[in-house]
Nanobody
């Protein structure tokens, strides 16, 4: 039973920081790549960041511009997204997901958790 549970969202002022967590069960991070996606109101879902634990490679969407950092605690099967210098345009529901490889896009990911809402005020 594969399960993904995202948490850590909330309201933060522009320029502030927030750390999201995703607790996984039913598989290990060696079996799949894991990543973060987000969907703003009225917008398409987009990839934020992806991590391949087996290789240690990380990938980021161009809009991140060095502000976000993805990491994991493989022993705890937990994925993190450290978000700094947050902007109002970062406001979205953030989802963690697992799939075959980074770069496949939302439709290519196999497992999804319920999203956590991040709201960044002006």
């Amino acid at each position: 039973d594969v399960q993904l549970q995202a948490s850590g969202g909330g309201l933060v002022q522009g320029g502030g920081s927030l750390r999201l967590s995703c607790a996984a069960s039913g598989f290990t991070f060696d079996d799949y790549v894991i990543g973060w996606f987000r969907q703003a109101p009225g917008k398409e879902r987009e990839g934020v960041s992806c991590l391949s634990s087996s290789t240690g490679n990380t990938y980021y969407g161009d809009f991140v511009k060095g502000r976000f950092t993805i990491s994991s605690d493989n022993a705890k099967n937990t994925l993190y997204l450290q978000m700094n210098s947050l902007k109002p345009e970062d406001t979205a529901v953030y989802y963690c997901a697992a799939g075959p490889r980074c770069g496949v896009g939302p439709d290519g990911m196999d497992y999804w958790g319920k999203g956590t809402l991040v709201t960044v005020s002006s």
